[in-house]
C-alpha cells in the first residue's frame, strides 16, 4: 500500500519569501510519480510539477522545483518568491506505474493549508 | 485545449435519493478518475474509466457506480444517498496509456445531502 504523509497542516509565510512543504512517502513499488497539487478555496486541483521515480534531476516549473530524495522517500516542493496568490491547500500526491490491470488512482496526503502574508 | 469540465457545480439531495454526477474530459483523453474529498478523510480515488471499461476502483460500497461513455466523458452516480456523502467530488482526465500520467481536475462537484 502507498502512502503520503505531509506532516505541516498549516504555514504562514511572509510574501516574497521562500517556502519548503515537506512531503514523505511510502511505496514498494520500484516506479511510481510523484505530484503536487494546489487547490484554492474554489475547489479546484490544480497541476503543479511531476517527477518520475527514475528521473535523475530534481523537477522545476517556474517558481516551483521538487527536491527529491528517493532514499529518504522525500518531496518536497519549494516555491520561490512566494505571491499572494500562492495562498491555497497543496497536497503532495503518488501513483504507481501502470502494469497492465489498470492505474490505481493517486494516493494523496492531508494535505498543508498555505497562507502568504503581506 | 479547454479543460476538464464537471456539471453540475452544486447539489443538493436528500438522503434516499440517487444522483448522476457529469465530467467531460480533457480532448484527446481517454482515462477519466474520480475522487472524492471530505473533511474527515481526505481525498480517496473512487474509480477510474478507460476505454469504457472501469479499469480500477477504490474501496467504496456499491452504491457508488459510473460510466463512460465513447466520446471519453464520465458520469458517476451514487443510490441511496447517505448524509456521509456529502462532498466535493473531483473528476480527473489523463491519455490513459500510462498509471504515472498527470491527471488533470475538473472544478469538482459540491453535494449536499440533507
Known amino acids: 500500500a502507498q502512502k503520503i504523509t505531509q506532516t505541516q497542516p498549516g504555514m504562514f509565510v511572509q510574501e516574497k519569501e521562500a517556502v519548503t512543504l515537506d512531503c514523505t512517502y511510502d511505496?514498494?513499488?520500484?516506479?511510481?510519480?510523484l505530484f503536487w497539487y494546489k487547490q484554492p478555496s474554489s475547489g479546484e486541483m490544480i497541476f503543479l510539477i511531476y517527477?518520475?521515480?527514475?528521473?535523475?534531476q530534481n523537477a522545476t516549473e517556474g517558481r516551483y522545483s521538487l527536491n527529491f530524495q528517493k532514499a529518504r522517500k522525500s518531496a518536497n516542493l519549494v516555491i520561490s518568491a512566494s505571491q499572494l496568490g500562492d495562498s491555497a491547500m497543496y497536497f503532495c500526491?503518488?501513483?504507481?506505474?501502470?502494469?497492465?490491470?489498470?492505474?490505481?488512482?493517486?494516493?494523496f496526503g492531508k494535505g498543508t493549508h498555505l497562507i502568504i502574508q503581506p | 485545449k479547454a479543460g476538464v469540465t464537471q456539471t453540475p457545480r452544486y447539489l443538493i439531495k436528500t438522503r434516499g435519493q440517487q444522483v448522476t454526477l457529469s465530467c467531460s474530459p480533457i480532448?484527446?483523453?481517454?482515462?477519466v478518475s474520480w475522487y472524492q474529498q471530505t473533511p474527515g478523510q481526505g481525498l480517496q480515488f473512487l474509480f477510474e474509466y478507460f476505454s469504457e471499461t472501469q479499469r480500477n476502483k477504490g474501496n467504496f460500497p456499491g452504491r457508488f457506480s459510473g460510466r463512460q461513455f465513447s466520446n471519453s466523458r464520465s458520469e458517476m452516480n451514487v443510490s441511496t444517498l447517505e448524509l456521509g456523502d456529502s462532498a466535493l467530488y473531483l473528476c480527473?482526465?489523463?491519455?490513459?496509456?500510462?498509471?504515472?500520467?498527470?491527471?488533470?481536475f475538473g472544478p469538482g462537484t459540491r453535494l449536499l445531502v440533507l
Open positions: 517527477q518520475g521515480s527514475y528521473d535523475q
Open positions: 511505496t514498494s513499488d520500484p516506479s511510481y510519480g
Open positions: 500526491a503518488m501513483i504507481s506505474k501502470y502494469s497492465g490491470g489498470g492505474a490505481d488512482g493517486l494516493t
Open positions: 480532448s484527446g483523453h481517454r482515462s
Open positions: 480527473a482526465s489523463s491519455p490513459g496509456t500510462s498509471g504515472e500520467e498527470t491527471q488533470y
